[in-house]
């Protein structure tokens, strides 16, 4: 599954374990699907409760549609009976997509903030364009 990352290591790593469970849903057999459905509700509150922790941080001005976009999610998987294997199945599957798109937009949208919050905080010194991990990193062999 591709899933861009952000740069922002507390982030990629917790979308890289979000898509590792949303997999591990979809493509797991059924007798492992109730435990498969518990991790993935478990990362995605984790990964969610992360994001909104720092959203609230920088006073992030789209807090409650993302948190709306998250607790919709969240609403959906806990509203499903134990034992519906059809219905689970059914919105396993839009699990993917939705992920996808929330990245791609919302998360991004985010990343983008967080970044501009941290160097706002930490202010190059004058002359420095390059960020510090930027500036730091050998030049790639020819
Ligand atoms: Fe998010």
């Known amino acids: 599954m591709d899933t861009s990352t952000f740069g922002i290591p507390l982030f990629d790593e917790a979308h890289a374990a979000l898509a590792e469970q949303i997999q591990a849903l979809m493509d797991g057999p059924d007798a492992e699907f109730e435990a498969n459905l518990a991790a993935l509700i478990d990362c995605l509150e984790t990964d969610f409760r ?3 922790e720092l959203m609230e941080a920088i006073d992030y001005p789209a807090l409650r549609s993302h948190r ?16 519906d294997l059809q219905a689970g199945r059914r919105v396993a599957s839009l699990i993917l997509p939705w992920f996808q798109l929330h990245l791609a937009t919302a998360d991004t949208a985010l990343a983008i903030a967080l970044q501009v919050a941290g160097r706002a905080a930490n202010p190059a010194p004058p002359g420095l364009h390059q960020p510090p991990a930027a500036a730091a990193s050998p030049a790639p062999a020819a």
């Open 50 to 52: 992360v994001e909104e």
């Open 68 to 83: 709306e976009q998250h607790a919709r999610v969240l609403a959906t998987l806990h509203a499903l009976t134990p034992g």
